[in-house]
């Protein structure tokens, strides 16, 4: 059982170039997030997905796009990356709503740098 | 606006003595609360969680955490630390999305 999977582990990009940061679960979860993290700011969601088809703004959704077109999959896409985005970008899922809701299963991290 | 809070950045305890990391939310409702634990370069892991009835929950590697309404904390409790524990410690608090504190890291002295 992989858990959540993420693509690639490390990134550099230039400015202005864009990108898809991927993940993957095979949990059959029905929600789907990315965070980023930055020194002294925990994580930040940035968008959310509670099942195919449906996807929301998070805390910091500017300069990010996301699709749900499959229950495993929930690729961030970078369209014009900037300096500002260099950071850890977590995506995590978990199941089941209010007290059947399952903790965050987190993916290993995508480390990106924006020069 | 719903948010988590962790008022301390960083804590230094020796090794043996006792941890408690602390963790307010503002929340409408009472939201779920979830303790995290992110060592260096690692993706995060699962400590403990609340959802309703007992109060004082008890979690993996030994630490607990208490809810208090009240306070509106859900503090993170360890009796005696080990060198291993060294690490930066979220608060996360759930009512649809999930909103983590700003984290607490944690050092340990021998």
């Known amino acids: 059982n992989a858990g959540v999977t993420q693509t690639p582990k490390f990134q550099v990009l230039k400015t202005g170039q864009s990108m898809t940061l991927q993940c993957a679960q095979d949990?059959?979860?029905?929600?789907m997030s990315w965070y980023r993290q930055d020194p002294g700011m925990g994580l930040r969601l940035i968008h959310y997905?509670?099942?195919?088809?449906?996807?929301d703004q998070g805390e910091v959704p500017n300069g990010y796009n996301v699709s749900r077109s499959t229950t495993e999959d929930f690729p961030l896409r970078l369209l014009s990356a900037a300096p500002s985005q260099t950071s850890v970008y977590f995506c995590?899922?978990?199941?089941?709503?209010?007290?059947?809701?399952?903790?965050?299963?987190f993916g290993n991290g995508t480390r990106l740098t924006v020069t | 606006a719903q948010s988590v809070t962790q008022p301390d950045i960083h804590i230094t305890v020796s090794e043996g003595a006792s941890l408690e990391l602390r963790c307010n939310y503002s929340?409408?409702?009472?939201?779920?609360l979830f303790w995290y634990v992110q060592s260096p370069g690692q993706g995060l892991q699962l400590l403990l969680k609340?959802?309703?009835?007992?109060?004082l929950v008890q979690g993996i590697k030994g630490f607990e955490a208490e809810f208090k309404r009240s306070q509106s904390s859900f503090n993170l409790r360890k009796p005696s630390v080990h060198w291993s524990d060294a690490a930066e410690y979220f608060c996360?608090?759930?009512?649809?999305?999930?909103?983590f504190g700003d984290g607490t890291t944690l050092t340990v002295k021998p």
């Open positions: 609340y959802f309703s009835g007992d109060t």
């Open positions: 995590a899922s978990r199941t089941g709503t209010g007290e059947r809701a399952s903790p965050l299963h």
């Open positions: 996360a608090a759930v009512s649809g999305k999930s909103t």
């Open positions: 929340y409408g409702a009472t939201p779920y």
């Open positions: 997905s509670v099942g195919a088809g449906i996807t």
């Open positions: 949990m059959n979860h029905e929600y």
